[in-house]
């Protein structure tokens, strides 16, 4: 840039400071409007949420890794393409990446101690599209290692902590990456879910999280946990954003064959569609016991409202296998995580440990050091169940059990546009209170488990509150029918103002300036 633009560029950005700060408040598509009107820079918003992340983060840890002097450059570049007058709704917008999303030349680390250090040659494929859309991606976000977890605890570099309550989790695996958004850092961010890695902490942080159909969203380039399970999905704070990031990733790719060759819908076009006539079902093994009263009854409360909008609720739906969800997960997945563990040798990737006698014992010491106690107890699961002699007792069965539960979701989905259920069982639970009982930690999944094993679309959205914290209810559409769990959230949201609410745990702690 020329001495003489920088000057002016300077001046533009003092003048326009307190706005840009105001402005993160709001949803990434009123950002986008406010960035094309000149009145705020890219690069005065960028700055603006490089500060507040930085102020937030000694309470927070949503991050692993800032990327200010990236961020920078892509605000510059987004102003560029705002002036040339080719921006696209997400030019000039920030937004946080889990880091389990590979990044050219930006250290890559998946939570594990195991790629301290990883800076990947290439971008994975959503990133490329985030960065050719003129994104402004601030920071990769904290996850629990490898994606393992709900709580974002099992992160070795420390646990991120919910905005809503600082003593209590975010949830997880992609806990930085809610955090963040629902502390207004950034309005935008990228997760995955394998079991309910975006669902389970969006619910937990009061915001939006969806996890597109299976083969929607390339996979290119994450860190691969279980691939028949996950996708990267968005995080918002309204229907509309979440919308326009999906968007802008989803689609074809030839680097992935397991995506879908068909066209991406213009979600934003159908969200005013409303609710009227819809038919949703709500599957009564989903709703039985073991939720807490105030979820049960920020969920009730939810369902009702949808029938005011017009929807035709019908209670009387049934998804018999569902029941077996976390035993088939907790097979499908460990095993899948086995296999696609094995490359972590210390030869190809991050750690390796040189001190052993020969290379057995430097491979053997790399994974024995380089892995936390979850990922090897997944390890160790997952090599189990595909020895010979318990793969048909176990992965075999699974893999048929799981075709069952599927087939279920089909039929209720037959006669049903949405399924409603709650996103969880309990609201945020207290740093540590899960760590010691893995089971009691797999069971925060127990709602979104099941819509992995079928491969279809889900979102949480915020859907009132318990005890002061957020709750979420969970809509599950139709295989390749995103535009349809959108559109329910906007209409729902147009009657609500659950999504406005903002968390004062920051600001009280005078973290926030
Ligand atoms: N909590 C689940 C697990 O630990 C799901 C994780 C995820 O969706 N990545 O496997």
Excluded at 237 to 249: G, K, M, P, T
Excluded at 267 to 289: H, S
Aim: one cysteine or more; glycine letters at 12%.
């Amino acid at each position: 840039m020329a001495d003489g633009d920088s000057a002016s560029h300077a001046a533009f950005q003092a003048a326009s400071e307190v706005t840009a700060e105001r402005l993160l408040d709001s949803p990434a598509h009123e950002q986008a409007r406010v960035l094309r009107t000149g009145a705020v820079s890219a690069r005065a918003l960028a700055e603006a949420a490089l500060a507040r992340v930085r102020a937030q983060e000694p309470a927070l840890h949503a991050y692993i890794t800032l990327t200010p002097d990236e961020a920078l450059a892509q605000a510059d570049a987004a102003d560029a393409q705002l002036r040339r007058g080719d921006a696209t709704p997400l030019t000039g917008i920030p937004i946080a990446v889990k880091d389990l999303l590979s990044t050219r030349d930006v250290e890559t680390t998946a939570g594990s101690a195991m790629l301290r250090g990883f800076r990947p040659i290439v971008d994975c494929t959503v990133v490329a599209r985030l960065r050719a859309a003129g994104a402004v991606m601030v920071g990769k976000a904290n996850l629990d290692e490898f994606a393992m977890g709900s709580s974002t605890e099992y992160s070795a570099y420390g646990p991120t902590h919910n905005p809503w309550d600082l003593g209590r989790v975010p949830g997880g695996s992609s806990g930085g990456s809610a955090a963040t958004v629902a502390a207004g850092g950034v309005p935008l961010a990228l997760g995955t879910d394998t079991g309910g890695s975006i669902r389970q902490p969006a619910a937990l942080c009061g915001i939006l999280g969806l996890k597109p159909t299976y083969g929607r969203v390339s996979r290119f380039g994450v860190v691969a946990f279980a691939s028949s399970l996950e996708q990267v999905g968005p995080f918002g704070r309204d229907a509309e954003d979440v919308a326009l990031l999906l968007a802008a990733i989803a689609g074809h790719d030839p680097l992935d064959a397991t995506t879908a060759p068909l066209p991406v819908p213009d979600y934003v076009a159908e969200l005013g569609r409303g609710v009227e006539g819809l038919r949703i079902g709500v599957p009564r093994e989903l709703l039985g016991e073991g939720i807490e009263p105030g979820v049960r009854e920020a969920v009730e409360g939810a369902l009702a409202e949808f029938a005011r909008l017009g929807a035709h609720l019908d209670r009387d739906v049934s998804l018999p296998s569902v029941g077996a969800s976390l035993p088939v997960y907790y097979l499908i997945a460990p095993s899948e995580a086995s296999a696609n563990l094995a490359r972590y040798d210390g030869v190809k990737y991050g750690f390796s440990a040189h001190d052993g006698p020969g290379m057995w014992d430097d491979m053997e010491q790399t994974r024995a050091r380089g892995f936390g106690d979850e990922v090897k107890r997944r390890i160790m699961i997952g090599t189990y169940a595909l020895s010979t002699g318990y793969y048909d007792a176990y992965y075999l069965k699974a893999q048929k059990v799981r075709t069952l539960i599927r087939r279920e979701f089909e039929q209720a989905l037959a006669t049903h546009d949405l399924l409603l259920t709650p996103t969880t069982p309990g609201v945020a639970f207290k740093l540590g209170e899960k760590l010691g009982d893995p089971l009691a930690m797999y069971l925060s999944d127990l709602f979104t488990l099941p819509v992995n094993i079928a491969g279809l679309p889900a979102a949480s959205i915020p859907c009132g509150f318990a005890e002061g914290l957020p709750v979420g209810l969970q809509l599950i559409g139709r295989a390749f029918e995103e535009g349809t769990i959108l559109r329910a959230a906007h209409a729902y949201a147009g009657v609500t103002d659950w999504h406005l609410r903002r968390p004062s745990a920051l600001a009280a702690g005078g973290v926030r300036a």
